[in-house]
């Protein structure tokens, strides 16, 4: 399911699901460093409230 999010939602619009998704498949598939920056990246991109609920 992850998988087919993210191939269906490039459009910009959908950008914040798509790197979610992203996120998620980090954290799932024990990529642990790929998952902290993507988050890291999205805080200084000035998203902190938008990831705040994201699971560590």
Same mark, same amino acid.
């Given at each position: 399911? @992850? !998988?087919?999010?993210?191939?269906?939602? *490039?459009?910009? +619009?959908?950008? =914040?699901?798509? @790197?979610?998704? #992203?996120? #998620?498949? *980090?954290? #799932?598939? &024990? +990529?642990?460093?790929?998952a902290q920056k993507i988050k !890291? &990246?999205?805080? *200084?991109?000035?998203?902190?409230?938008? =990831? *705040?609920?994201?699971?560590?």
């Amino acid at each position: 399911m @992850i !998988k087919y999010i993210i191939s269906v939602t *490039a459009p910009f +619009q959908l950008m =914040i699901y798509r @790197i979610t998704a #992203l996120y #998620l498949h *980090a954290l #799932l598939t &024990d +990529q642990k460093g790929k998952a902290q920056k993507i988050k !890291k &990246d999205m805080e *200084a991109y000035g998203y902190g409230n938008a =990831i *705040a609920s994201w699971p560590e």
